[in-house]
């Protein structure tokens, strides 16, 4: 494969080399007071890159972003760094290091690479040994109505250029450079409902249908005081008939094990449940991944449309697109090792790498091609020449060319690029001017828990699953237990079988109503974090909407269980007992729920939920119930006793039971309770009177919820970071 820069057969190329050399500012003529130009004169010093901003752009330039490297490997470079300062460091280590040549610019940092470095970009932040640099001053434009591709091999930074420019970062990274959204700073209070954010995993709830999961999308981030209902609803039409969903509205996303929409269809509903909202930029990580060539194209085709309907400023990123896909992007940009190598029309990226020597092979994919031909696969010195010549190619003659394209689109400044072949839109968004959301919620916190808790009724409704498998394990649990211990009678064994029976009811409900919480809720918690980070409602609506349903959703469930069982067990025979006896396991049935929302609210995942769960339910049942007598439990655990539920609901049962209860002694009984009070001073049951037990369980059942909050607000919040222009390596 040809690596040389010549023989030219791209006609701009020699009009570009002498525009780089020569530093040339982008044409007066192009620039107007709507749409100012930053070139490379003016702006940030040192920087090469022309800039194109103004009402009609989305504009980004210079981005660095750097992530910290693991413990282990800043620990190593640190002793590194040590180790080189004494006299016996190993010259042939840094002589290797050179032959290989980096992959990044950050992956070997010796004094020289660091130096080079510095010659290189002398307009970017320094390098930071301790961290790893994934984007390297990458800069770009995506005019309103047009959608641009960011391609590049697994690794090239993709979707952190995509976060970095949606503002979804983490905390720990490091980022710089200017983003401007039609010519101003990106405004944190409006950025997140500008936006419409497509993940890649795509996940949405699998009971409800396409409509469905439109409408509660629309209902939650369209403002009530700008859309009525019917116009939330002709908003979700509007958006169906859009995306080409009408024929599958009414069948359900689907998921594990449950038929529902095609792969194609499912990302057109996760794109919908984004252009429902009045959204001016759409962002979409990897959108076409798992679909096949044919629902990839289809896609494609559909969001350009979309893109040009309604005016958006569209950018996604794709992994290995056939060249079918390549071509209808307005613009694409290609990365490696987090820099730009080509970025432009695809129709005039054959010419460039023409004239860099490669030439597509034939009956090769030019999109796989370009991709293939910037990664050092070969793990040879001459392909690592060949992917540092595409890059600094792209740094001498690339800018210039942008630039050149750049003014000709100023040049036609107030024309949108599409002006002539757009269709009026079906869409007309009223709150298009964002700063009118400005720092508010889109909707009271009235709307969104009413919302919200339809959604969650709705799912329990829906996919009953759970629930009947809740229900099928409460009646197996019933017939064991009821029959285990069938109608107890008054004698010495009735004591220790009501004893045990005492205990076991609140054991198996513990476990029975937290696994059922854990198995859903944290699907719903990651689905709220991707909804929250739109900016569509509060974390205190959506937790209160989750208890609304749950409560009552687990107390019936549970209440069934506890009438038969009182019967069949033969407890006492009085209205007044059996209603405390209702009332103080469904008082611990509340502590379990409030239990599950803490482990799956603090829980980073299901798997984490599943380890945690049984070990604290154990904990609890050891230290509460009459396993281990109070007095042998050391005292620096005697805490878990009385952080238990099954503390106080055993005693405040058992006290229920026994109170007043005469039993039977035989000849032969070696201990003999003649008394219920005998039993409850035995295990030493009666230290709270039932009021008060019903009062800590009451208690308690509030500290899980509140804790449950905490942990949601605690991991629930999106990190939104800005760049601020100039102000490297520093963020909001
Ligand atoms: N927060 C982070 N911490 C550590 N490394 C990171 C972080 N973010 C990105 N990286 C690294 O930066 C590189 C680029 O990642 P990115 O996800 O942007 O690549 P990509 O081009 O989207 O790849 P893919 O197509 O496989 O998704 C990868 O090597 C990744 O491991």
């Given at each position: 494969m040809a690596t040389s820069s010549?023989?030219?057969?791209?006609?701009a190329t020699h009009a570009m080399r002498s525009a780089s050399t020569s530093s040339t500012p982008l044409p007066?003529?192009?620039?107007?007071p709507l749409e100012p130009v930053a070139s490379?004169?003016?702006?940030?010093?040192?920087?090469k890159t022309a800039f194109v901003s103004g009402d009609n752009f989305f504009s980004w330039r210079d981005i660095t972003y750097d992530v910290l490297l693991s413990k282990a490997r800043r620990k190593e470079i640190k002793k590194q760094g040590k180790d080189a300062s004494?006299?016996?460091?190993?010259?042939q280590e840094k002589a290797s290091q050179a032959e290989k040549?980096?992959?990044?610019?950050?992956?070997t940092l010796d004094e020289e690479k660091l130096e080079e470095f510095n010659e290189t970009f002398p307009h970017l932040p320094p390098l930071d040994p301790?961290?790893?640099?994934?984007?390297?001053g990458v800069s770009g434009h995506v005019k309103r109505g047009e959608m641009v591709a960011i391609l590049g091999a697994s690794g090239a930074g993709k979707t952190s250029l995509l976060s970095t420019l949606s503002a979804r970062?983490?905390?720990s990274s490091d980022i710089a450079g200017e983003v401007l959204f039609q010519g101003k700073q990106r405004n944190p209070a409006t950025w997140k409902r500008l936006t419409g954010f497509v993940e890649?995993?795509?996940?949405?709830?699998?009971?409800?249908t396409v409509q469905e999961t439109l409408q509660y999308s629309a209902d939650l981030r369209l403002p009530k005081r700008l859309y009525n209902k019917q116009e939330r609803k002709q908003r979700v039409e509007d958006s169906i008939a859009m995306l080409r969903l009408e024929k599958c509205r009414d069948t359900r996303i689907g998921g594990t094990g449950q038929r529902g929409v095609s792969g194609g269809e499912r990302k057109r509903v996760a794109v919908g449940t984004e252009l429902v909202?009045?959204?001016?930029v759409l962002l979409l990580d990897e959108?076409?991944?798992?679909?096949?060539a044919f629902a990839a194209l289809n896609l494609v085709k559909n969001l350009k449309e979309i893109t040009r309907e309604r005016d958006l400023y569209t950018l996604m990123t794709i992994h290995q697109p056939s060249w079918n896909i390549f071509k209808h992007f307005d613009k694409v940009i290609l990365l490696t090792r987090g820099q730009i190598y080509y970025s432009g029309p695809p129709a005039l990226a054959p010419s460039w790498f023409e004239s860099l020597g490669h030439n597509v092979p034939e009956g090769v994919n030019p999109a796989d091609y370009y991709i293939t031909i910037?990664?050092?696969?070969?793990?040879t010195n001459a392909a690592e020449q060949r992917v540092r010549g595409l890059l600094s190619s792209w740094r001498q003659n690339g800018d210039s060319l942008t630039a050149e394209r750049a003014a000709k689109e100023l040049a036609t400044t107030?024309?949108?690029?599409t002006e002539m072949d757009?269709?009026?839109?079906?869409i007309v968004p009223k709150?298009?001017?964002a700063t009118e959301l400005a720092g508010t919620w889109p909707n009271s916190w009235l709307h969104e828990l009413s919302v919200l808790t339809h959604r969650c009724a709705m799912l329990i409704f829906k996919d009953p699953t759970i629930v009947f498998a809740s229900l099928g394990q409460n009646i197996i649990l019933l017939i064991i237990i009821g029959f285990a211990f069938f109608?107890?009678?008054?004698d010495q064994g009735g004591v220790l079988a009501r004893v045990g029976a005492l205990f076991i009811i609140p054991v198996n409900a513990s476990f029975a109503v937290l696994f059922p919480i854990l198995a859903i809720f944290p699907l719903q918690r990651d689905i709220m974090l991707r909804e929250r980070s739109a900016g569509t409602y509060r974390i205190s609506s959506f937790y209160l909407s989750k208890i609304i349903t749950e409560v009552p959703n687990q107390l019936s469930q549970r209440l069934l269980f506890y009438v038969v069982i009182y019967w069949m067990v033969g407890l006492r025979q009085s209205a007044g007992k059996f209603f405390i006896w209702i009332a103080i396991n469904l008082l611990q049935v509340s502590t379990a729920i409030g239990l599950g929302l803490v482990i799956g609210c603090g829980a980073k995942s299901i798997e984490l939920a599943n380890i945690f769960a049984p070990v604290i339910n154990v904990i609890f049942l050891l230290f509460g119930?009459?396993?281990?007598p109070l007095s042998s439990i050391p005292p620096w655990l005697i805490y878990l006793h009385w952080m238990s539920p099954i503390t106080y609901t055993y005693s405040a049962l058992a006290q229920n039971e026994f109170r007043g209860l005469q039993f039977t002694c035989t000849a032969d009984s070696q201990q003999c309770y003649r008394r219920g009070e005998d039993v409850l001073n035995q295990y030493d049951l009666?230290?709270?009177?039932i009021a008060e037990n019903a009062g800590f369980l009451g208690a308690i059942t509030v500290v899980f919820l509140a804790l449950g909050y905490v942990f949601l607000r605690w991991f629930g919040k999106p990190s939104f970071r800005y760049v601020q222009p100039k102000k490297a390596l520093s963020a909001q």
């Open positions: 010549s023989p030219s057969t791209f006609e007066a003529a192009a620039a107007s490379d004169s003016d702006a940030l010093s040192g920087s004494s006299p016996s460091s190993p010259p040549g980096s992959a990044s610019p950050t992956d301790m961290r790893r640099r994934v984007l390297n970062l983490d905390k890649q995993d795509d996940l949405m709830f699998s009971a409800l909202a009045d959204v001016s959108p076409t991944s798992g679909l096949d910037a990664e050092n696969y070969e793990k107030s024309q949108r690029p757009r269709k009026p839109s079906r709150s298009s001017d109608r107890l009678p008054l119930g009459n396993l281990l009666g230290r709270f009177t």
